[in-house]
T-cell receptor, first 113, second 113 residues
Framework: AQSVTQLGSHVSVSEGALVLLRCNYS??????LFWYVQYPNQGLQLLLK??????LVKGINGFEAEFKKSETSFHLTKPSAHMSDAAEYFCAVSGGSNYKLTFGKGTLLTVNP | SQTIHQWPATLVQPVGSPLSLECTVEGTSNPNLYWYRQAAGRGLQLLFY??????ISSEVPQNLSASRPQDRQFILSSKKLLLSDSGFYLC????????????FGEGSWLTVV
């Protein structure tokens, strides 16, 4: 079984500041980890994913995440926030052959001018 | 490339009325198909998934059902809607052509009044 905890349901940053969205997971099998972004009234868009190999994963829009097995974490970062980054972000984990995803409850990112 | 379509985009239905949401995937064969529901403040909940025609697994006991009449078609239904069925419904797919990544449609807003 898998579970995901996203620390902070709402994160607010200033434009140009570092973005850090936290995600911790639990999984009984080697996990596949994902970050998705959701803009208002839209579906989810894949930002990045970790499956195997390099633990630092780069995604779209300047985001990256690092898989830390010892900390069971997969935090999402971006060096400099842009107004267009304002959205809800979901961390997810899957394991096994049917690719079912278990999601965290999401973190709403607000970017202030 | 693969695309996923779901409709209708928005729906307002009275309590006790039936429901049918449809989803189709193009550009791939034998996909895994999923229905998720997103209720306010509750993240995303997997409702059903299907690994093939006529094969449906239900994740949560509820007032809804799913069917897969064709390889790339997935339908979410209800005979009598409840107020608690209101939410944002997302269809998704994964498969050999997507690796282990799940891709989402644009979603359908259901309001039960």
């Amino acid at each position: 079984a898998q579970s995901v905890t996203q620390l902070g349901s709402h994160v607010s940053v200033s434009e140009g500041a570092l973005v850090l969205l936290r995600c911790n997971y639990s999984s009984s099998v080697p996990p596949y980890l994902f970050w998705y972004v959701q803009y208002p009234n839209q579906g989810l868009q894949l930002l990045l994913k970790y499956t195997t190999g390099a633990t630092l994963v780069k995604g779209i829009n300047g985001f990256e995440a690092e898989f830390k097995k010892s900390e069971t974490s997969f935090h999402l970062t971006k060096p400099s926030a842009h107004m267009s980054d304002a959205a809800e972000y979901f961390c997810a984990v899957s394991g096994g052959s049917n690719y079912k995803l278990t999601f965290g409850k999401g973190t709403l990112l607000t970017v202030n001018p | 490339s693969q695309t996923i379509h779901q409709w209708p985009a928005t729906l307002v239905q009275p309590v006790g009325s039936p429901l049918s949401l449809e989803c189709t995937v193009e550009g791939t064969s034998n996909p895994n198909l999923y229905w998720y529901r997103q209720a306010a403040g509750r993240g995303l909940q997997l409702l059903f998934y299907s690994v093939g025609i006529g094969q449906i697994s239900s994740e949560v006991p509820q007032n809804l059902s799913a069917s897969r009449p064709q390889d790339r078609q997935f339908i979410l239904s209800s005979k009598k809607l409840l107020l608690s069925d209101s939410g944002f419904y997302l269809c998704a797919w994964s498969g050999t052509s997507s690796g282990n990544t799940i891709y989402f449609g644009e979603g359908s807003w259901l309001t039960v009044v």
